[in-house]
């Protein structure tokens, strides 16, 4: 439920900045860059919050926060309010639940499952994900088109409510003691545990460059689609659709992948992948259809799932308990400040030099992340390190 509001209202909301307010690649760079600001600002600070109260408070706070956002938008739909700086400070306020969210879940799956079964049950969360990525831009380029901004912000708020009321019934173990240190002192602790662990280094850097070159897409997808492709948002709205598409195939795939090679190759699926589903983005400057973008999407959504899945689980082996929420936090938030920066460049470089420009840009930030993966030493690990003390 709350991966699907998520998805439902970033789905729809560029869409409606296109289709109502005019929005180029400029504004759309800008609603990206602003929604993915609380990801770099607050990340670390939740993150030392999971590691010191119940998760599961936390996470229903946020989603409840989420859905205040929510029910902002739909208000500011029905007076005639709605406007570019509305939707980027509403979807700045939503972001912020989905910080809280994003950092406290990851933290709180190893006090709910054994070491043994980490790959499994984050196989299965990254699957109800895909659910959502498959289904909500879909049915948010649906919904824009048929029913207007209004139902679709409707959809979403009930569905993060529906949230809340499901977390209200999650059991979570009461956290172990510990003693409390100085709060920065706590967060550099997290960070120099990830930069002198070889493999956690490598996946962060990894993943801080494929978000650049993911934000220089996004921001200019919805207009490059729209003005050079000609596709209706409900069309968008399918070739985005086919990223959760892709996703649900990967997490259904993941776990044969992690089987039939060793554990570092799985890890290294995903950036590989990236690199051609940036390919087949970019030969829609030759062949303009609407199939070969939504089997980009479907590339980069069912190669990074694989990755999200077993990074994820190096990342839980690796770090000792009463760090995750910090060391989660650490991945967060240099993958938020690597978004801001890929948004930004990407809505300077479509307004500047066109929407092409900004998928061979891409194309060669995909290329660079899959080769520091590629070099890494995680290509001789063949299976889940032993738990850090």
């Known amino acids: 439920m709350a991966h699907s509001a998520e998805q439902l209202s970033l789905a729809a909301v560029p869409m409606i900045a296109v289709l109502l307010l005019d929005a180029g690649p400029g504004d759309i760079g800008l609603l990206a860059a602003v929604q993915t600001l609380p990801f770099l600002l607050l990340s670390l600070p939740l993150g030392l919050m999971v590691d010191r109260m119940p998760r599961r408070r936390l996470m229903m706070a946020a989603e409840t926060l989420r859905a205040a956002s929510l029910l902002a938008l739909l208000a500011a739909a029905l007076t005639g309010y709605l406007s570019i700086g509305w939707l980027a400070v509403l979807g700045f306020v939503g972001a912020v639940g989905t910080v809280a969210f994003s950092v406290a879940a990851p933290a709180l799956v190893p006090a709910l499952v054994p070491r043994a079964a980490l790959a499994q049950a984050n196989g299965r969360l990254e699957l109800a994900r895909s659910a959502a990525f498959a289904g909500g831009p879909a049915l948010g380029g649906a919904l824009v088109s048929w029913a207007g901004a209004s139902a679709t912000f409707v959809l979403a708020s009930v569905m993060s409510l529906a949230a809340v009321a499901l977390l209200w019934r999650l059991g979570e173990p009461p956290l172990a003691p510990r003693a409390a240190r100085h709060p920065l002192r706590e967060v550099q602790d997290g960070a120099r545990f990830v930069w002198r662990e070889p493999m956690l280094r490598s996946v962060l850097l990894t993943a801080a460059v494929w978000n650049i070159a993911w934000f220089v897409l996004q921001a200019a997808y919805v207009p490059y689609a729209m003005r050079v492709l000609g596709l209706g948002a409900e069309v968008v709205g399918a070739t ?40 087949v983005m970019a030969s829609t ?12 999407f479907f590339l980069f959504g069912a190669g990074p799932v694989v990755w999200t899945i077993t990074s994820t689980t190096l990342r839980q ?24 920066v890929g948004a930004a460049l990407g809505g300077v470089i479509g307004a500047r030099w066109g929407e092409a420009a900004c998928l061979w840009l891409a194309l060669g930030g995909f290329a660079l992340q899959a080769l520091l993966i590629t070099r890494s030493q995680l290509g001789s690990l063949q299976r889940l390190p032993e738990a850090v003390a």
């Open 317 to 340: 082996s690796l770090t000792p308990a009463a760090m995750l929420g910090r060391v989660g936090a650490l991945f967060l938030t240099v993958n938020a400040g690597a978004r801001p």
């Open 240 to 279: 985005l659709g086919a990223f959760g598409a892709g996703m649900v195939v990967g997490a259904l795939l993941a776990p044969r992948i992690v089987q039939a090679m060793p554990f570092g190759r799985a890890i290294q699926v995903g950036p590989v992948v990236s690199v051609f589903a940036a390919a």
């Open 285 to 296: 400057l030759v062949v303009p259809s609407a199939w070969v973008a939504g089997l980009s």
